[in-house]
């Protein structure tokens, strides 16, 4: 999964995207998952990415107080790929057990 920040919402919600298509490449996928210290090295990226995403909020009475998440499932490698499948669990569980009232929607775009 790629992720970046960009933009916001017609609501003014920070955008987060999710892409996963970009572990459909064998190469891309062993350097981040390949070891478990690259794991954890991704696990890292991912809860800063999110904190990233939570610095952009306004707390302020009638400010904007959540992300929008989309999560683009093209090209995505599938079930197949244990490792994808178990740092995907752990950052939603990360995410919904420290984040969760940040999450104002999410999104997943499954088009091949």
Same mark, same amino acid.
């Given at each position: 999964? /790629?992720?970046?920040? @960009? @933009?916001?919402?017609?609501?003014?919600?920070?955008?987060?995207?999710?892409?996963?298509?970009?572990?459909?490449?064998?190469?891309?996928?062993?350097? /981040?998952?390949?070891?478990?210290?690259?794991?954890?090295?991704?696990?890292?990226?991912?809860?800063?990415?999110?904190?990233?995403?939570?610095?952009?909020?306004?707390?302020?009475?009638?400010?904007?107080? @959540?992300?929008?998440?989309?999560?683009?499932?093209?090209? @995505?490698?599938?079930?197949?790929?244990?490792?994808?499948?178990?740092?995907?669990?752990?950052?939603? !569980?990360?995410?919904?057990?420290?984040?969760?009232?940040?999450?104002?929607?999410? /999104?997943?775009?499954?088009? !091949?």
């Amino acid at each position: 999964m /790629v992720g970046y920040m @960009s @933009s916001t919402d017609r609501e003014g919600h920070p955008i987060c995207y999710n892409v996963f298509g970009g572990f459909e490449k064998e190469e891309i996928y062993e350097k /981040v998952f390949g070891t478990a210290e690259k794991r954890e090295g991704f696990m890292r990226w991912r809860v800063q990415l999110m904190e990233k995403g939570v610095r952009k909020l306004d707390f302020k009475a009638g400010g904007v107080n @959540s992300l929008l998440h989309i999560n683009d499932l093209k090209n @995505s490698p599938g079930p197949s790929k244990k490792e994808l499948r178990i740092a995907t669990k752990q950052a939603v !569980r990360i995410l919904q057990d420290n984040y969760q009232e940040f999450v104002a929607r999410n /999104v997943s775009h499954f088009k !091949r």
